[in-house]
């Protein structure tokens, strides 16, 4: 079993930076593939970015393409979305999540493909 916590959210203004973070504890965090999704007020979840266990493989949503960069940092548990170009419809709360597999360079793009989430984070972009 695995905790996460993410971090790093906040206001920024059309164009500026963020870098959220996705700390995990329990053990073997290699072990997880992680995914990171997003939630606007009124809007459905979005899938946002996404990387496997041995960080070989990434995705990204079409909309976050050349703004958005996801790496990982297994002795350090954590997973960091590289946020940057930030625009008014960015603004959401953002969530890390995680499941265990034992493919090393499989990732996971649907919400109910993982097992443990996070609370979220706030990112709000002003314009």
């Known amino acids: 079993q695995v905790q996460l916590v993410e971090s790093g959210g906040g206001l920024v203004q059309t164009g500026g930076s963020l870098r959220l973070s996705c700390v995990a504890s329990?053990?073997?965090?290699?072990?997880?593939?992680i995914g990171w999704f997003r939630q606007a007020p009124g809007k459905e979840r979005e899938r946002v970015s996404a990387i496997s266990r041995n960080a070989g493989n990434t995705y990204y949503t079409n909309s976050v393409k050349g703004r958005f960069s996801i790496s990982r940092d297994n002795a350090k548990n954590t997973v960091y979305l590289q946020m940057n170009s930030l625009k008014p419809e960015d603004t959401a709360v953002y969530y890390c999540s995680a499941r265990a597999t034992p493919s090393e360079t499989n990732f996971f793009l649907r919400g109910y493909d993982y097992d443990y989430w996070g609370q979220g984070t706030q990112v709000t972009v002003s314009s």
């Open positions: 329990g053990r073997a965090f290699n072990m997880y593939a």
